[in-house]
């Protein structure tokens, strides 16, 4: 059953083009900012995003609140805010959504934050596929500056404050917060381990938030209208707010839904219309790539970061991944562990060296020469992943170690025919036939009309 849901972050969403400044406004957009600057202390909007609860929308779920008041509060000196917009993870496409529906409400959100911690410059790290974000971002932060909204001297007050766009090289590595710093700064984007949070130490070694941009468009409606409201939203108790949530694979309405946070997976489903006709639900990644695979019988697990963290999984990014009973798992996995290897950054030696052999032993047995002793190596080296230096390579883990957990079945039946049983054709063929010349960012494909898989 579906229930309505109001729309806050997309409530100015129209067909084909983004909300204009001034439609924006006509909904209340800047009210918050107005009421704000120059008559809230910035403790006190700090106090309001810890009283709403708002946990990060960018896959952990850490409370934004908790993580603003990081930064000393002795320090003398730039502070800055750094807004992941990066979304290079598989399945996840909410930032630009969201971007291109309303970028005032995104602008505002990052000049709330800002305020709060009294920073002077912001960050927007973009994904360079995301160019039409990057522009529109660009574009409308001059209207707003043009009507005193950002800039120097903000709504005539002693704050100041800009947003820079920063196009990103575009790898998934840099959309982990150290590593985006270090991209900023134009050094080799390896996370970093130990030593001082990005909120003591960050961006040009100075007290740094970085927060998702779904995290930040949340902060105009938490403080135009209160705390209370903003966890009314939420369906789960203990929640607050609404997710937008990335549904994609074989549903029969792939999009983005906002709907509230606690959710259940298969009303979610049923906003994006539910299975093809024909079509049976096997699995769902509820997160994104670095999330596992959840059988049928979790489709009335409640959607939040703590419901999912009780069943043993994770909320992640809540973009959503759908696959039918036609769809072989273990090529989906090798898909994802493919994108992984490729996207390694090379620090450490579970995730270099492990990678590339998993993905070695999924090849053989998605090609129809895998054995026995195969299923227990992959087993080892996903358990193995678990110690890598950052997350990485435990998140590339996770497809893996659900796909032996839920489906080994399924895997034992590509050894047992000595073939993919709904009927892939081996890795090294489909390689051969979509890859046969070599470009700047990859293997080109072949014409679609030409391609024989």
């Not at 909904?27 to 107005?34: F, R, S, V």
């Not at 409370?63 to 750094?82: E, F, L, N, S, T």
């Not at 130990?194 to 779904?214: A, F, M, Q, Y």
Request: glycine share 12%; hydrophobic share 35%.
């Amino acid at each position: 059953m579906q229930v309505d849901t109001p729309q806050i972050l997309l409530k100015n969403r129209h067909l084909g083009r983004p909300a204009t400044i001034d439609e924006y406004r006509a909904g209340g957009g800047y009210e918050a900012l107005i009421a704000t600057v120059g008559k809230r202390t910035p403790a006190e909007v700090l106090q309001l995003v810890l009283d709403a609860d708002l946990r990060g929308r960018g896959g952990a779920g850490f409370p934004a609140g908790k993580k603003w008041q990081g930064i000393p509060k002795d320090y003398v000196g730039p502070r800055y805010v750094v807004v992941n917009t990066d979304e290079m993870e598989p399945g996840t496409f909410k930032d630009r959504i969201l971007v291109n529906a309303d970028p005032h409400l995104v602008i505002e959100g990052i000049i709330l934050c800002a305020y709060a911690v009294q920073a002077t410059e912001g960050v927007c790290f973009i994904r360079p596929s995301y160019e039409s974000d990057a522009v529109l971002l660009e574009e409308q932060s001059q209207v707003a500056r043009e009507q005193g909204l950002l800039g120097k001297n903000i709504l005539g007050s002693d704050f100041s404050f800009d947003i820079h766009v920063h196009r990103s090289a575009g790898r998934y590595i840099c959309g982990e917060a150290s590593a985006q710093i270090k991209a900023i700064s134009g050094l080799r984007p390896n996370p970093r381990k130990g030593g001082p949070r990005t909120s003591v130490k960050g961006l040009w070694d100075c007290p740094t938030i970085v927060n998702n941009l779904e995290t930040l468009a949340n902060l105009p409606g938490i403080v135009r209208n209160g705390p209370d409201w903003f966890k009314s939203l939420a369906r789960s108790a203990g929640g607050s707010g609404t997710k937008l949530f990335s549904v994609s694979g074989r549903i029969s309405k792939p999009g983005c839904y906002e709907l509230p946070i606690g959710t259940p997976l298969r009303e979610i489903l049923d906003h994006a219309g539910g299975m093809p006709p024909g079509r049976a639900l096997k699995a769902v990644i509820p997160g994104g790539a670095s999330t596992p695979f959840m059988p049928d019988k979790y489709l009335d697990l409640e959607m939040d970061f703590e419901p999912m963290k009780k069943a043993g999984q994770r909320f992640g990014t809540a973009s959503i991944m759908v696959f039918d009973q036609n769809t072989c798992l273990v090529g989906a996995t090798l898909n994802l562990i493919e994108f992984f290897t490729r996207e390694s950054c090379g620090w450490c030696t579970p995730c270099r060296e492990g990678l590339p052999y998993v993905r070695h032993l999924l090849r053989l047995i998605e090609g129809g020469q895998g054995q026995e002793e195969h299923i227990d190596m992959i087993k080892d080296m996903a358990k193995a992943m678990q110690s890598a230096y950052c997350a990485f390579a435990p998140g590339a883990a996770e497809p893996l170690l659900s796909l032996f957990k839920y489906f080994e079945p399924e895997v034992r039946e590509h050894l047992r025919q000595k073939r993919c049983p709904f009927g892939n054709p081996p890795p090294a063929l489909r390689g051969k036939a979509c890859g046969t010349r070599p470009a700047p960012f990859g293997p080109t494909p072949c014409p679609e009309d030409q391609c024989p898989i």
